[in-house]
């Protein structure tokens, strides 16, 4: 019997950009977007280095007048036709007469191949091939209620919970049986509508105390969704970890700090953004590893799943516990700050589509080349909800976790953009940093859930 042939790791970058200019070379795209954003001309700009041309561009709102975009351009704005960004995916899937009208006078030939976000899931347009489409049965388990049905299945804790209808007349009692002294999260289904990142949340610091408080949660909750997921609040490191189902397994890579800050008032929770620099103890990092891996495999096995995921979650005193699942590519890996040329996006497109010379890399190889390529150039993008009068770069101390720091920041458009921060704590983490930036810039109530966790004293 001959010997098994050792495993000869692939250049990762290399092979994959050639089977993307392969499959790209001498296509004409159309891309599919709800407003003109800098994620569509990065996506654009990957189309155009991967020899393809970008043809046409269909937008809900007015292409920006400073930008270059591509020669034809459906603007629903501009033609009169009342499209929010938010219904711009239901409105493609209608077929709307307009729209298909427009391409067969750009497209008689319809040789275009189409391209949307990482939300769309409209597989046609109009007799042309939409290239990465989400699939619904993919979609489904970005429902913060039903995960808990995958969690379950995969063996993946979470925290204590109970999921019932919006109208169950037991919500109140079962908030004030699962609080543990910090309260309760209350989360919502995708029935009616998508909500990302903190925006189906709320949370309740003292279902006990303020009967009051949880009456407005649960009002809220029965506005937008007919699912209810209620769970102990748990203190703990909000983080995420991306992982990507390959043809032959699934390949894992390292969590990730989601800078959440809370207001100690009014217990909001506010998402700031994500970071790479995070350095959790490595028994912990693998341990979460274990868990992402187990839910990609669940994924693929009943859905058929493919490409990019993401697995948030807490890791506490007692371990990681996951909060919920995003079956599409989400931000927070770190690889464009590594290989600032690499077309990742329309990796990720084609993943989903099984395309040869992507879908088909040893999924170690992928593993190995994007953990090794994010330890070496860690970043972080951070924006703190803290309009200010100038408009040039700063730099302040602030002091963290008895840690002395330079926070180096500049406005933008949504708030203060922490740019640096030196030194870093033993373990990476931003968010104490970002909650004193706040605290010195008028905003003391904002804190970062190292100031409370077991875990977030000095190391």
């Given amino acids: 019997m001959s010997a098994k ?168 009692g079962h908030a004030r049986d699962l609080d543990r002294g910090s309260g309760v999260v209350v989360a ?31 009002r809220w909750a029965g506005e937008r969704a007919r699912t209810v997921r209620v769970a102990e609040f748990v203190e703990g490191t909000p983080c995420s970890v991306l992982g990507m189902v390959l043809a032959d397994g699934v390949a894992v890579f390292d969590p990730i700090e989601i800078v959440t800050l809370r207001d100690r008032h009014s217990a909001r929770l506010t998402f700031c953004g994500s970071s790479t620099r995070w350095r959790p103890e490595p028994a912990a990092v693998e341990g979460m590893r274990e868990h992402v891996r187990r839910a990609g495999r669940r994924l693929a096995a009943d859905a058929g799943f493919r490409g990019m995921f993401s697995v948030d979650g807490l890791l506490g005193e007692h371990g990681f516990l996951a909060t919920e699942l995003n079956p599409r590519q989400a931000s927070g890996l770190g690889l464009r700050a590594a290989w600032p040329q690499f077309p990742g996006y329309l990796f990720q497109r084609a993943a989903q589509e099984a395309v040869p010379g992507v879908a088909d890399l040893p999924w170690q190889d992928v593993e190995t080349t994007f953990r090794d390529a994010v330890r070496r150039y860690p970043s972080h993008s951070v924006t703190i909800p803290l309009p200010i009068e100038a408009d040039e770069a700063h730099c302040a101390k602030v002091v963290a976790r008895g840690l002395t720091q330079t926070a180096f920041y500049r406005p933008d458009g949504r708030g203060v953009r922490l740019t640096s921060l030196v030194p870093l704590p033993a373990d990476g983490l931003i968010g104490p940093g970002a909650a004193a930036l706040a605290g010195l810039l008028g905003r003391p109530e904002l804190e970062s859930p190292a100031d409370r966790s077991p875990l977030g004293g000095p190391r």
Wanted: charged fraction near 25%; include cysteine; aromatic fraction near 10%.
């Fill in 5 to 172: 042939r050792k495993h000869r790791p692939q250049p990762v970058g290399e092979v994959a950009t050639k089977a993307l200019r392969d499959y790209w070379s001498g296509r004409s795209a159309v891309l599919l977007w709800p407003s003109f954003t800098r994620t569509a001309r990065t996506v654009m700009d990957q189309l155009t280095a991967c020899d393809a041309t970008v043809a046409g561009i269909v937008v809900a709102t007015d292409p920006a007048k400073d930008t270059p975009v591509a020669p034809d351009v459906f603007s629903c704005a501009e033609r009169g036709l009342d499209v929010p960004p938010g219904d711009f995916y239901a409105w493609l899937a209608d077929s709307p007469p307009a729209l298909g009208s427009w391409l067969e006078t750009v497209d008689p030939g319809r040789t275009w191949t189409a391209l949307g976000d990482n939300f769309l899931e409209t597989g046609d347009l109009f007799g042309r091939a939409v290239h990465g489409w989400r699939r619904p049965a993919w979609s489904e388990w970005e429902d913060k209620t039903r995960i808990e049905t995958l969690w379950q299945a995969a063996g993946v804790p979470s925290p204590r919970h109970v999921v019932t209808g919006a109208d169950d007349p037991a919500l109140a």
């Fill in 188 to 218: 919502i289904d995708s029935s009616l509508a998508h909500y990302g990142n903190a925006t189906g949340l709320r949370w309740v610091r003292d279902p006990q105390g303020d009967p009051q408080a949880l009456a407005d949660a649960l």
